[in-house]
Structure formats: C-alpha cells, structure tokens
C-alpha cells in the first residue's frame, strides 16, 4: 500500500485542515484572511483508499510570506495528525503552505490563503449610523465590500439583527422582535447571508419590527436594536471578520389606538361607597406597544356617582386610572375612559 497523496479526512478534503484554537475547521483553497492571521494546520497521509499512515515525519514550507513554528513535524504516535502554526505574513497577496513526505517524495500538500484587508462600508440608504423606520416598514439596506485600497472583493455577507449589547438587554427580552430579512426570516438574531454583485455590492430588504422590545428599559441604559453586514471569511468566521459599523436602530410606537381595561371593572359596592379597585386602562399602538404620556378622559356616564380626575396621563407601562365614588342609586353605573379619535372603554359597577 503506498502513499498517494496528503489530504485531510472525509470533513475536510482540500488537503489540509486549519484551525484557531478553538475547534478545527477546513480551510478552502485561496481563502482569504487577514494580514498577520495566526492558524494551526494540520495534515494527515492517506492513501487512495483513505487508510492514513501513521508516524510519518512531513517537511514544512511556506511561500509568498510568513513563518511556521516548525520545519519538520512528527507524530507522537497513531494515527494522530502533527499541528504547526503558521503565521501570515503582514502583507496581502497570495501566501501558500506545502507540506510534503520525506518517505514519499512525490506525496504534498498545498493550500493557498489571500491575505487581504477587507472591509464593509455602508451604501444606502445613506451612510449614517442610524436607522429611523416606521413601525413594520421595509427598507432597503445596501453595503459594498472591498478591500482597504477601494477594490471591490466578492465574499458573502450575512446581515444580522439584535439588541446591543445583549446582556442585559437581550436577556430581559428573550422573545424580543429584531425585524426580518427577505430572502431570510425572523429569529431570535435574525440573518440573512447574500453574495455581492460584481462591484461588491450587496442589498438585502429589512422589515423593521413591529414591537418595542426595549421600550421597558430605563433611560440611558443604552438598550438599542442595531442592524449590521458583516463577511465571514471562513467556515465559522475564523479566518477573517470584516464588520461594518451597526445601523442603529431607532423606533417609536405609533399614535394610540386602543385602550382596554386592566382592572376594576364588574366591582360591586353600597350605594355611594368609594369601590375597592381603581379603575386602571391601558394604551397602545396599533402593535399593542404601550404609549406613555397620553392623556385619558373619565366621565361618568350613569348612576351620578364621580371620579377623582377627570383626566388622567398614562405612565411607562402605557396606564393609569382613577378612583370610583358610586352614586346613591341601586343597580348598574358606568364610567367610559377615552382618548382622543372616539377610542373608549366602559366600566361597569353593581350598586345594592
């Protein structure tokens, strides 16, 4: 059985598998990583019918720029593979390892790496760091990639959406709305990964969400949604990150458009007694995201009772509430709560 060529196990056929220090991952031919990149490489000998060797020392170089920890390597014994670390060197261009047997002379391997220098850059809709949609509105987002001297650089993207920075704000909020993306869908951190044209350039339809998730969160706590573009240069992003900088994403609630009843209605009470429940509203958006500072209007409608506020506003939960004075008569009052646009709600209370 002789050697016919180096090249990794079934999961990763290129030839040789590179890693950071965290799990392996395979390395396709000419990917792209930064200048200076640190990898650990690994090649294991296999012939044709994918029986690997073991305890066979590989000879090391590099070309184009960089350094490796050791020339020759040797397995400390069985089948496992030898590790090297090879450094990139800190200019772009093209850089390539080989790796070749000195038991079998014709056996190698190589793989090509790009060092380059990317980056994202915001396109459209214009190239501030905020966002201001409406409330469930779709718009297009548009970023170029290309490397640091202006060369457009073809890589996917993938868009994502969250809330930053997510501990805490995530956490308070574990079924929060980031929005969606088309083609793609709504997820806990919504994403969408697309392949930029000729020019670099890539745009990706985002549908602003719909609820407030953060509209708890007090003032200044620095709870935000942002949308960001980023390259992940690698399986796992090990590689190379190229990020653009995160559209903030700013949203208010829409203008009122219910009001309910939170508690206090259906209450039973002597004829002029003051009832033991307030009554409390509360008011949202057409989303049903809670509107603070909105003014409400009590009135009594039956029963010649009285409230103690006529208007009342609503409190960061989107509510407020008085308190009844039943009048003298028996049987059924009513007090409507209203806002402005004719949008009320009756409570009702059992007088005997």
Do not use: K
């Not at 950071?20 to 640190?38: E, I, K, R, Y």
């Not at 951190?189 to 930029?196: C, E, I, N, R, V």
């Not at 985002?206 to 407030?212: G, H, N, V």
């Not at 003051?274 to 009594?300: F, H, K, R, S």
Request: glycine share 12%; charged share 10%; aromatic share 6%.
């Amino acid at each position: 059985m002789a050697a016919a060529g180096i090249r990794a196990p079934a999961e990763c056929p290129q030839g040789l598998c590179s890693n950071t220090l965290a799990p392996a991952v395979c390395s396709t031919d000419n990917v792209p990583v930064t200048p200076g990149t640190a990898l650990l490489v690994r090649a294991t000998p296999v012939d044709a019918d994918g029986h690997v060797f073991a305890n066979l020392t590989e000879n090391w170089s590099v070309a184009g720029g960089g350094a490796l920890d050791a020339a020759v390597t040797t397995p400390a014994g069985g089948n496992d593979p030898t590790l090297n670390r090879w450094s990139i060197g800190p200019t772009t261009g093209v850089q390539l390892i080989t790796v070749t047997l000195p038991a079998y002379p014709a056996v190698t391997g190589t793989v090509h790496v790009r060092a380059v220098n990317l980056q994202i850059v915001r396109v459209a809709p214009d190239t501030a760091a905020d966002l201001t949609p409406a409330l469930g509105q779709t718009v297009p987002l548009t970023v170029q990639l290309r490397t640091a001297e202006g060369q457009p650089f073809i890589w996917p993207i993938a868009f994502s959406a969250g809330i930053a920075p997510f501990n805490p704000c995530g956490e308070s909020h574990p079924t929060a709305d980031v929005g969606s993306f088309t083609p793609g869908g709504t997820l806990a951190w919504s994403s969408d990964t697309l392949s930029p044209d000729s020019q670099g350039m890539v745009t990706v339809m985002y549908t602003a969400p719909t609820r407030l998730s953060v509209q708890d969160e007090p003032p200044g706590s620095g709870c935000m949604f942002f949308v960001r573009a980023e390259a992940l240069a690698s399986p796992g992003g090990l590689a190379i990150n190229a990020a653009v900088s995160p559209w903030m994403l700013h949203q208010s609630a829409g203008p009122p458009s219910h009001i309910v009843a939170v508690s206090g209605d259906g209450q039973a009470a002597s004829p002029g007694a003051t009832l033991a429940l307030p009554l409390q509203v509360q008011v949202t958006d057409a989303y049903g995201n809670a509107l603070t500072g909105i003014a409400v209007t009590w009135v009594v409608l039956t029963g010649g009772g009285s409230v103690n506020a006529g208007t009342t506003t609503t409190t960061g939960a989107g509510q407020t509430s008085v308190v009844w004075t039943v009048g003298a008569m028996s049987g059924p009052q009513t007090v409507s709560a209203s806002i402005t646009g004719g949008i009320s709600v009756v409570f009702t209370a059992t007088v005997s």
